[in-house]
């Protein structure tokens, strides 16, 4: 391996030529299938190298670590959090182990390497049964508060399901003859106090990537808190900071599915088109409306390092997915439709015209109670926020902003964003076509809006139009093609 070095751009190491490339946790659950093809395939000696893998946990092992991310089911580390004395937590961490065993039994054929993979669940979840216990018992004291550790104990489970599958990803390469290093990230039992690239820099140091494959953790301990920061987005912040460290030509992700204009779920599967190629505005715009191509900070980070990212489907591996760099377009038009669910919340006050300040308050009473923005609209006496969040969370932010403006007007309407995205938009009259598309489709547009940028366009429509708005975009703005819809338009 070439010698680490200062490299040009951000990266703060040259290696060999080579790929970083991440695999979710729903594609792990698969990860036989993946052996034999994404991984290893047709590859021999040299060709199987080159490339660093940062895997998630098995699909649903953090969900029973943590809590379940789209039922909000309790996991190990919210009935911790909750204890009242029923030691519930315990039996959740019983629950994961289980699992796990489940998860590797179903990929190791060897009874040596399942022994293997069970002493390191066994390990991981005692040595975190005691943790929990002994903060248990520290916190029985009046001076200690369980509530100032719960973020170190998130960070502590979150760890225990990446390294699970590295290691059983490790065990089952090495079984087929490849040279696989499991690269732990996580911290476990590591006294040092360090950042993210010195995590990474010191897992990496001695790495040989020309005849050795590293299988690295998606969640990395560091002192800046991955998941204080980022929660769940965690891994691919880990896989895009270690495509910065080491000068990667590309980051991959491999998904279950094909970036396409639309759900194929929605519109039908003849009708959706791969995008092939973008660039990382539609990437940002895809995040704001839920649908993540990856992390927006990820993306950051690949950006400003000039690194290409590949969204591809990892069980069609000859297949070279969509690229994302910071190309233009070479023609206008829409590449994607989708929605998302949100909560308009509108502030109407007479007296706001040329005051200054309303705005503000709204934001701060948002950031405040963690709301997030998926759009926002003004005029003279009113502001619209469209925000993701639990309706428990607005009321909160409503409250509070009565409270500020007691003779203001506040309202909140569940409804849907439906966005027609892409990278140039410029002379498609796509927001006219798309009006004109969805009154003729019978579905009202609450509101639109677009912005100079010309990257996407928003619809508000009723939720339950959502669906059959991007069915009649998609239609209209992507499947009849750019020349029928500049003909229409005029």
Not at 232 to 242: H, K, M, P, Q, W
Not at 356 to 381: C, H, M, P, Q
Not at 450 to 460: H, S
């Amino acid at each position: 391996m070439e010698a680490p070095g200062k490299a040009r751009g951000t990266h703060p190491v040259t290696l060999p030529d080579h790929t970083v490339e991440k695999i979710g946790g729903t594609s792990m659950s698969r990860l036989s299938e993946l052996t034999g093809t994404l991984i290893i395939g047709d590859r021999k000696g040299e060709d199987l190298y080159h490339r660093i893998f940062v895997v998630s946990a098995f699909g649903g092992i953090t969900n029973l670590l943590l809590e379940h991310k789209k039922t909000g089911e309790p996991g190990v580390f919210a009935l911790f959090n909750n204890d009242d004395n029923d030691h519930s937590w315990l039996d959740a961490l019983t629950r994961v182990a289980t699992a796990m065993c489940e998860a590797h039994d179903a990929v190791l054929d060897e009874a040596a390497d399942r022994s293997l993979a069970e002493d390191f669940v066994r390990e991981r979840i005692e040595g975190a049964r005691s943790v929990l216990f002994d903060l248990r018992r520290l916190c029985s004291y009046g001076h200690f508060r369980l509530s100032a550790h719960m973020q170190i104990v998130r960070e502590l489970l979150s760890g225990l399901g990446e390294a699970h599958s590295a290691f059983v990803t490790t065990l089952l390469l090495q079984r087929k003859g490849v040279n696989a290093r499991f690269v732990d990230l996580s911290g476990w039992r590591d006294e040092t106090d360090c950042t993210l690239q010195e995590r990474i820099a010191g897992a990496m140091d001695g790495v040989d990537l020309t005849r050795e494959l590293p299988i690295v953790t998606g969640y990395a301990q560091c002192r800046e808190g991955l998941m204080q920061e980022y929660d769940r987005g965690y891994s691919e912040v880990t896989f895009s900071s270690l495509a910065d460290f080491t000068g990667a030509k590309e980051a991959i992700i491999h998904k279950e599915f094909h970036l396409s204009s639309a759900d194929p779920g929605l519109v039908g599967e003849g009708a959706v088109r791969k995008l092939g190629h973008t660039n990382y505005d539609v990437a940002d715009q895809l995040s704001n409306m839920g649908m993540e191509a990856i992390h927006p900070n990820a993306a950051k980070t690949l950006r400003q390092a000039n690194i290409p990212l590949r969204v591809t489907n990892a069980f069609d591996p000859d297949d070279p997915g969509t690229l994302i760099d910071d190309a233009p377009a070479d023609t206008p038009a829409v590449e994607i439709v989708t929605g998302l669910n949100v909560v308009a919340l509108e502030l109407f006050e007479q007296d706001m015209v040329g005051v200054k300040g309303y705005d503000a308050n709204a934001l701060e009473a948002l950031r405040r109670f963690n709301v997030r923005i998926v759009s926002k609209t003004s005029n003279a006496n009113t502001i619209t926020h469209y925000v993701e969040a639990p309706l428990k969370s607005v009321r909160r932010v409503v409250a509070e902003l009565e409270k500020t403006y007691p003779s203001a007007d506040i309202s909140v309407r569940s409804m849907a964003i439906v966005s027609a995205i892409g990278r140039d938009l410029t002379g498609l009259h796509a927001f006219s076509s798309g009006l004109q598309a969805l009154e003729r489709a019978g579905i009202e547009v609450i509101a639109a809006h677009q912005t100079p940028r010309n990257v996407d366009i928003q619809f508000a429509v009723a939720r339950d139009d959502a669906d059959r708005a991007i069915e009649v975009l998609h239609g209209a703005l992507v499947d009849t093609g750019l020349e029928q819809v500049v003909d229409q338009a005029a």
